[in-house]
């Protein structure tokens, strides 16, 4: 089996692997990182986003092969020495979860159109950045008020 | 996902090599349409030539003159948000933005869409409209030779796309009607003039994949304006039926598209 | 109101693990010495199977055991149960075929179990399925309901030989019929209540595992109801006796009824972790939840509605065919029949119902309930009878609506249910305020101008929910009791655990029943503890589905809480020195009437567990309560929505301007979570009415297979929401609560539908409207009137 070695939340982490191994059966599987979650086999729900090099990305979708030598950070990395990423206080703050299957990959999206978009979100743009990401419980309303308030909390 | 061998290579030349010795083989550039397939086990290559590392050679963008030149491992992040391309052909990136979602736009190569040539996708219609020309490792192919139907394109195995040369239009602008599910285009039209000739390109509605609008460019060559369209209609012939969308729907999506594309076009 | 109490938006304690990626979910359950499940499918609708080959698979890499029919068969393993007696119209019982977790001689619809494979890993398990050989003989399928019911039809059940499970009835035919006939006016339709899937973003999962050095099973599996999945295990299906079988349903992403009922998937686990001497382990991925998980709706009605002169309705006729799919899930029976025709009232006051339902087998995945269950149906047909009759008649449909609305409590309508309280006026009006109704006809010339359709629809519910009482539910047929239980658990620190039968796969148990007890005991909330989910925990319990966990479920730790507290003034007595009947209880001190003599919650804790202050003879040392919780009726959950939409004519488009929503949900212990289901179930509403449905093709090929044609709900095809309340306590359980989960995906759909139809002058337009189903009634609309 071929091997992989990549940094996983700031840790240097190697395996030998299945050739077939998708990053998210790397994460959940062999290092038991069970965050970052699967809830569709068509790369539409969002579930298993995960930041590579800085950008979200769908980890069911990329071979953990190819990701040779990248940095990943999953949700179980975004809280650093123990507090809370502000975009993760925003989604608890706004009740902008249920059952909760979809918040990590809701979080790691949101951090990143925050990478990309800045801290000024409006509401229209929150929702089209969301486009890859599904949730059942919510109906969304509370998801956008927190993208818009981490937003704002991360400029801090 | 069935088994495969993996191979990782970080040079075009390196690639082609092994596609040469392994004929079921694959190029993995994005993987956003290939990987799923595999996964739902409706392809089955015999070995996966991983082109990421050769991304840093295989990608960019450029202007070269009245061009833009695109490496194929450019991920449609990267299109879309180039300054380069932005005020050059803002189309274009305007459609490399509407691609999938971001995630998907993070890793999706336009390379790997236009050797794909998904029916629905959205770059084969720039490719089209745009009279672009595609650079492989053996020669330059022309837009109009390029498209052969579905998820049918000239490359023959083992050859592989290096870059796309796009000519700045005068005017252009890409109308998406998403597929309310899979935000694939339902109907797409990317219309774009240059000098005095107009190109419409349709992507999601023809049943034989992208195709141009002959009727609505010969109306908008006479002059380029939403009223050249006045009675100009798509025949339903030929186009797609599906759930989402039967053919005399998308006939008359790709007039209301084609409309709105040249008034964008025109800056209204 | 405390800060942490009954009516406090309190910031939820479970969110912590959900927002760090800590929650444990089943599919983050791994066994020592695990291994794989992958299920072989049919891949036709309807065939006979004639011989299952499986001598390479056995052979292939990593495969540890093949199990089919034969060996569920041979090891007497019961087939899957319906829990709800129908009866039909001539008394017959309803006419329910056999349904083995594997298939048995036959396949009857694509996505059928027909063997499992065992295997060292998932890649293994399913490799080795494609070597499985398995000759069929394909039947002719039957997709559509008017289909299966024709003479010749093909037979999917020899039981059933028309395929009709049951001719049930409800309400007075003559009393009805007579209405009709003195009618002024009759308003007329034909409704689809398109078929959907439910989609929980976690898909469902079972990990079976048994231990034979006590002979017992464990199953961890991704239910609404661990303590129903047990009995059906144990008393039906024949596993394990209760005493030997351990369910765990851990954090469960999302239900929405489709976790309630037990699958074939979770049986072969739990009965293969034996049989192969490993943990097996099952994950559906999307693709299986889409053939397997059981479906909603699926309804085809005709319906009338029977208006004297002055335009109050005096008379509804209803005939419906339910697509019950090509097995009978766990509550499939109940869903089109006592969930849905005793509904048919709405808010109004109707003297006259019948409605008669037949439940049809075709060659389709299973159909149960979902969000709603029969009550988003009943509240389809109404509210838009409601809406068309206002408009046929040409009167104000909110006007039409206050003119026909139950005013005087209780109410017994002609179909079962007795109404206890509400205030169905004030609703409407409030939300007419809050909708900016008078606005309207500004707004409409606005979109006008910019070549746009804008229209308003109302969708005025009724539910009834916190399903129980027991006795009620067990005189319609249910096969189990519908109370709850409650456990509080005292700790010499006084810090509580309660255990609770329901269960929380998103609504927030571990913060409202925590805010009830904290309210209730006086102690921070900090030092409850809610446990839920686990059959060795929590002693017995019914689940969480019908918006029943408030009402149910919280008065039962309720009551086990007044418990508690009377036990604390046995204790406070004796430490206290006083008579047990001169203890008051408030603000968590337990203090002697008319002194300053107490002792706080904690301190009293502490003394009924050291039991020094008294004669462990007299008092039993300890602090631990039960309770069970079985009401006296229904609540009945109303509200008004109000949607206003813009539509595209010339692509179809529709976008929701708009939402606004009145529900009174009685008493509210958090109203953010309260205002989160209904936002929650106004999503699931808005993605019935415009953009999810399911096809079939006539084979019997479920075409709408993945999200690729499924279309979800986005966060940009939905708007934002504007919700407010208004509160009628319910009378029939102590916290006044009459439950919230559902009601946004019961409103939702007609107020959408009502404000197309509005938009497009009229044009009835089907379920799903999407951009083409809208364009096409568009169309017609334009054609109507150049016809003029």
Redesign the interface.
């Known amino acids: 089996m071929p091997k992989v070695s990549m940094t996983v939340n700031g840790k240097a982490v190697s395996a030998n692997v299945d050739a077939r191994t998708l990053l998210v059966q790397f994460l959940r599987e062999d290092l038991r990182l069970t965050g970052t979650h699967v809830g569709c086999d068509t790369s539409q729900c969002g579930c298993c986003v995960v930041h590579v090099d800085g950008k979200a990305i769908k980890s069911c979708t990329v071979l953990a092969l190819t990701l040779e030598g990248a940095n990943v950070t999953t949700i179980e990395g975004l809280a650093q020495d123990g507090k809370l990423h502000p975009m993760q206080e925003a989604f608890r703050e706004n009740h902008a979860l249920q059952c909760g299957f979809c918040t990590p990959g809701m979080i790691m999206t949101s951090v990143d159109i925050v990478n990309r978009k800045g801290n000024t979100l409006d509401e229209q743009t929150i929702r089209h950045e969301l486009e890859g990401n599904l949730c059942r419980c919510t109906g969304y309303h509370n998801i956008v008020k927190a993208v818009a308030a981490g937003a704002e909390a991360m400029a801090k | 996902m069935y088994q495969f061998t993996y191979h990782r290579v970080d040079s075009a030349r390196k690639a082609i090599n092994l596609a040469e010795k392994n004929e079921d083989a694959k190029f993995l550039a994005g993987g956003m349409t290939l990987l799923p397939t595999m996964k739902q086990r409706l392809a089955s290559p015999s070995a996966i030539i991983d082109l990421n590392p050769a991304a840093d050679k295989l990608a960019g963008i450029e202007q070269r003159g009245r061009a833009i030149v695109i490496g194929a491992m450019t991920r449609h992040y990267d299109v879309a948000n180039s300054k380069i391309v932005q005020d050059a052909i803002p189309a274009l990136a305007d459609l490399a933005g509407m691609i999938g979602d971001p995630a998907v736009r993070h890793r999706g190569t336009i390379g790997g869409s236009v050797a794909n040539n998904d029916p629905a996708a959205d770059y084969p219609s720039a490719v089209l409209a745009l009279n672009a020309t595609v650079f492989t490792n053996k020669r330059k192919i022309a837009a109009d030779d390029f498209f052969k139907g579905l998820f049918e394109t000239a490359l023959e195995p083992g050859e592989l796309i290096t870059k796309i040369v796009f000519p700045i239009p005068s005017k252009a602008a890409y109308m998406k009607f998403p597929n309310p599910a899979s935000r694939y285009a339902m109907v797409g039209v990317f219309v774009a003039r240059r000098g005095k000739e107009v190109r419409v390109a349709v992507t999601g509605a023809g049943s034989n994949g992208v195709f141009r609008a002959s009727k609505f460019e010969a109306a908008l060559t006479a002059k380029f304006h939403v009223k050249s369209l006045e009675g100009v209609n798509a025949s339903a012939d030929g186009l797609n039926s599906d759930i989402h969308a039967d053919a005399a729907y998308r006939a008359h999506l790709i007039g209301v598209m084609c409309r709105r594309a040249v008034n964008k076009a025109n800056g209204k | 109101m405390s800060a942490t109490g009954i009516g406090a938006a309190v910031?939820?304690k479970?969110?912590?693990?959900?927002?760090?990626?800590?929650?444990?979910?089943t599919?983050?359950i791994?066994r020592p010495g695990q291994a794989y499940a992958y299920f072989l499918r049919s891949p036709h609708a309807h065939a006979e199977i004639k011989s299952i080959d499986t001598r390479d698979a056995r052979a292939a890499d990593g495969v540890l055991a093949i199990l089919t029919g034969d060996d569920i068969a041979a090891d007497k393993v019961g087939g899957l149960i319906c829990g709800w007696m129908i009866h039909s119209k001539d008394g017959s019982a309803m006419k329910a075929g056999a349904h083995p977790a594997l298939a048995q001689g036959k396949v009857r619809y694509v996505g059928d179990h027909v063997a499992v494979v065992i295997a060292e890993t998932l890649?293994q398990a399913?490799?080795a399925s494609e070597k499985i050989k398995v000759d069929y003989k394909v039947l002719p399928a039957v997709v559509d309901m008017n289909d299966a019911v024709k003479k010749g039809a093909p037979v999917i059940h020899e039981v059933s030989g028309n395929n009709t499970v049951y001719n049930w009835h409800l309400g007075d035919k003559a009393a009805a019929d007579a209405a009709f006939a003195k009618a002024k006016h009759v308003t007329k339709l034909d409704i689809v209540n398109n078929r959907l899937v439910p989609?929980?973003?976690?898909?469902r999962a079972a990990v079976g595992d048994y231990e034979p050095g006590t002979e017992s099973f464990t199953l961890y599996t991704t239910s609404q109801n661990p303590h129903v999945a047990r009995l059906v295990l144990s008393a039906f299906i024949g596993i394990a006796p209760e005493h030997k079988l351990r369910v765990i349903a851990p954090?469960?992403?999302?239900g929405?009824g489709s976790k309630i009922f037990i699958y074939a998937e979770e049986t072969v686990c739990v009965w293969a972790a034996k049989k192969v001497g490993r943990p097996v382990k099952w994950t559906a991925?999307?693709?299986e939840s889409f053939l397997s998980d059981a479906h909603g709706r699926d309804h085809v009605t005709h319906a009338e509605l029977a208006l004297d002169e002055g335009g109050k309705i005096t008379g509804l006729r209803v005939n419906t065919k339910a697509n019950l799919g090509a097995y009978l899930s766990t509550f499939s029976s109940s869903v089109p029949t006592y969930l849905y025709a005793p509904l048919l009232s709405g808010q109004y006051d109707i003297p006259a119902i019948y409605a008669e339902v037949d439940g049809i087998y075709t060659n389709t995945t299973p159909v149960d309930a979902y969000r709603g269950a029969g009550r988003p149906e009943a509240t389809f047909v109404v509210e838009r009878l409601v809406e068309v009759a206002a408009r046929e008649t040409g009167v104000d449909p909110a006007q039409f609506r206050l003119k026909n609305f139950v005013r005087s409590f209780p109410h017994q309508t002609p179909v079962i249910m007795a109404y206890d309280t509400g205030n169905y006026q004030a609703a409407l009006e409030k939300a007419l305020k809050m909708a900016d109704y008078r606005g309207l006809a500004r707004r409409k010339a606005l979109s006008a101008r910019a070549g746009k359709l804008r229209g308003i629809g109302f969708s005025a519910y009724i539910e009834a929910c916190g399903i129980a009482p027991s006795a009620a539910v067990g005189s319609l047929g249910a096969g189990v009791g519908l109370w709850e239980s409650a456990e509080v658990r005292v700790n010499p620190i006084g810090t509580v655990e309660v255990l609770t039968g329901s269960h929380s796969?998103?609504?927030?148990h571990e913060t409202t029943f925590a805010q009830l007890v904290s309210d209730r005991l006086g102690i921070p909330i900090d030092n409850v503890s809610i446990v839920h989910g686990d059959t060795d925990k929590v002693q017995m319990g019914m689940g969480t589905y019908g918006s029943r966990s408030g009402a149910v479920g919280m008065s039962a730790i309720f009551k086990a809480l007044d418990k508690v507290i009377a036990k604390g003034k046995k204790v406070a007595a004796y430490c206290l020195e006083a008579s047990e009947n001169d203890i008051d209880f408030k603000d968590g001190k337990f203090s002697v009437k008319g002194t300053d003599r107490n002792l706080d919650f904690g301190s009293v804790a502490l003394q009924a567990y050291i039991a020094h202050k008294f004669n462990g003879q007299d008092l039993e040392p300890g602090l631990k309560e039960g309770a069970f919780w079985d009401p006296t009726n229904f609540t009945f959950p109303a509200g008004v929505h109000i949607c206003e939409v813009e539509v595209d004519p010339?692509?179809?488009i529709t976008r929701i301007d708009r939402w606004t929503a009145v529900d009174d949900f009685g008493r509210v212990i958090n109203p953010?979570?309260v205002?989160?289901q209904v936002?929650?179930?106004?999503?699931?509403g808005?993605g019935q009415a415009l953009?999810e449905g399911v096809?079939y093709n006539k084979d019997g090929q479920l075409?709408?297979a993945?999200?690729?044609?499924?279309?979800?709900?986005?966060?940009?095809d939905?708007p934002?929401?504007n919700v407010g309340m208004t509160q009628t306590p319910c009378p029939s359980n102590p916290l006044g609560i009459k439950g919230c989960g559902e009601a946004?995906a019961i409103a939702a759909p007609p107020a959408v539908i009502n404000a197309i139809t509005d938009a497009l002058g009229h044009e009835d337009v089907p379920m799903p409207a999407?951009?083409?189903n809208v364009?096409?009634a568009a169309q017609k609309a334009v054609a109507k009137k150049a016809a003029e």
């Open positions: 910031r939820r479970e969110d912590l693990r959900f927002i760090t990626g800590r929650g444990q979910y599919d983050d791994n890649a399913r490799d989609n929980a973003m976690e898909p954090d469960v992403g999302g929405f991925d999307r693709s796969h998103g609504q927030g010339e692509t179809g953010m979570i205002e989160g936002h929650g179930g106004i999503g699931q808005v953009l096809h075409v709408t993945s999200f690729n044609d499924y279309c979800m709900p986005r966060a940009d939905l934002s929401y946004g999407t951009p083409l364009w096409r």
